[in-house]
Nanobody, 127 residues
């Protein structure tokens, strides 16, 4: 089993920045396909960003140019740097991992693609 633990959430004013981290267990983290999702109250869980084992990145249109996903395989950690935050970014942010199989990047935006999930961390952006 893979364990994922998010941290770094909090309260920030619009225009500010926040950096989320997700620490993962496992000796083969470098091969994991990692993603970030978010869910606002009353809304569906939506794709935010993903990163392949080789480092290729993908972003939702709503965050492209503002958010950056990265990974440090030596630390078994994936990051989400969030800049120019807006009130509409307010949500619980979840880290997700797909551990098995080929990296089918066409499915990266679907929660069903991922095998494991963290507990979530709250991000609140005030206006």
């Amino acid at each position: 089993q893979v364990q994922l633990v998010e941290s770094g959430g909090g309260l920030v004013q619009a225009g500010g920045s926040l950096r989320l981290s997700c620490a993962a267990s496992g000796r083969t983290f470098s091969s994991y396909f990692m993603g970030w999702f978010r869910q606002a109250p009353g809304k569906e869980r939506e794709f935010v960003a993903a990163i392949r084992s080789g480092g290729s990145t993908y972003y939702a249109d709503s965050v492209k140019g503002r958010f950056t996903i990265s990974r440090d395989n030596a630390k078994n950690t994936v990051y989400l740097q969030m800049n120019s935050l807006m009130p509409e970014d307010t949500a619980v942010y979840y880290c997700a991992a797909r551990v098995t199989g080929r990296e089918l990047t066409h499915f990266r935006g679907s929660p069903d693609y991922y095998n494991y999930w963290g507990q979530g961390t709250q991000v609140t952006v005030s206006s």
